[in-house]
Structures are given as structure tokens and as C-alpha cells.
């Protein structure tokens, strides 16, 4: 079967684990030259590289702060230098901080705010400048705009800030057949998530869902994937959620 990437070169941020590791992954296999940032783990970066290059796919890894603009600067400026396109960026990078209002600093919320805003904010900016026609963007938000959920604020403040991005930026470049999405994923199976929560906590999520389970990071990648497809030609400036049916 043909691989629809073949000749494309995409950008994944955070793409070292997690969601982004599945995305960086099923980009390669469809033929992309993907180029994807990490901020600490350097190992874990190069295992994924060398996975992919055993496969027969092509990706590169490079250290960046999605906080940072200079880093942002830098990862364009590359891979501008090295393959000379770009056709696909996929903002998946994100931090989160759980507080209640009352006890978040400016710190925290300017912390937050830096990478799930300003950080994806600059990333579009470039790629509105460079992003050849009839490319794609897909910045990853979150179910927990449409739940209430108690100490999770300034997340779903930032994640809400992305939505609109998203919409605003798929007017401006729909003249040039870029397509701009957002995937809302619900709770996920990583790493992360299970961090600080018990069996019964998971337990009590996944019963939220009408699928009955979390998700997992190939339910996300896989579709990413699928907009990236010249058949889902006609879909931008969507949020399309990717939670089984979940509901708080």
C-alpha cells in the first residue's frame, strides 16, 4: 500500500513519549521525514530515531523548550536548513500544573501559559510563514474544556486559548489549502497520567466514559493520522474529541 506521506516533512513537538512518540511513529510509517523536539530525556529521543530508522523511516530528533522562542526559532531554522519544506506541524508539547485557583502563583500560570500558549502560538506563526500549500496543522487540546474539573484551571484555560488559535489560524491560510484542527483527547493511558493515581481513581475515570475504558495513545495518533489524509480534505478549523464518550 502507498504511504500518503511519502515526501512530506512534519514537525512534532514533545514527540520523545507518550502521544507524540505514537504521532512521531505513525507519521514515519506513512513515508514523512518527521522531525520531533524533546526537552529532557536525550536517550529515550535517540531510541525512537533509531526505531524508526530500523523500520525504514526517516526522523530526527532535536532538544528544544517549547517556553523558549529562541528553541522555536532554532527548530524551524533547522529543519528549513535540512529538507527545505515543511507540510505538516503537529503541536502536541504540553505541561500541566493542578492547583486550586487560590493557591496558583504567577510563576505557575506563567509557566503553563508559556508553552501551552506562547509556545504554540510562535510554532503556527512560523509555520504560517513556511508551511508549503495544502499542509496541515494539528494542536492537541483537551476534553477538560467541556468539564469542570476542580484544580485543573489554568490547564483548561491554556487548552481553551488553543481551540481558538486553531479556528482563527484555519480562516487566515484556508486561501492556501492549509488545514487547521485540534484533537481534544479525554484521559490517556501514559505515563504521565497514571502519575500520583490510584487503581481506583483510573478505575473511577474509565467508568466515565462510554466506552467503559481510557484511552490509549494509539486511539490519539491514529487520528491525527486519519486528518492528515487528503481525505479529510474538507475538515478544518474543528476540535474533535477523542475521548471514548467521556463526561465528568
Known sequence: M???LTGKT?????????IGRAIVGNLAEQGATVVFTYLHNQQQANELVETIAVQGGSARAIA??????????????SVMNSCRRLDILINNAGIAI???FEDFTEQDINQIFDVNIKGVFLCCRHAARLMENNGSIINIGSTVTRVMLPTYGAYAA?????????????RE???????????SPGPIDTELFRAGKSDEQIARLAAQAALGRIGTVADV???VTVLLDERSGWVTGQNILV??????
Open 2 to 4: 502507498e504511504k500518503f
Open 10 to 18: 512534519a514537525i512534532v513537538t514533545g514527540g520523545s513519549r507518550g
Open 64 to 77: 528544544a523548550d517549547m517556553a523558549q522562542p529562541e528553541d522555536i526559532d532554532h527548530l524551524f531554522l
Open 98 to 100: 493542578y492547583k486550586r
Open 158 to 170: 491554556s487548552k481553551g486559548a488553543v481551540e481558538q488559535m486553531s479556528k482563527v489560524l484555519a
Open 173 to 183: 491560510l484556508g486561501g492556501r489549502g492549509i488545514r487547521v484542527n485540534t484533537v
Open 221 to 223: 495518533a491514529d487520528l
Open 243 to 248: 475521548n471514548g464518550g467521556f463526561a465528568a
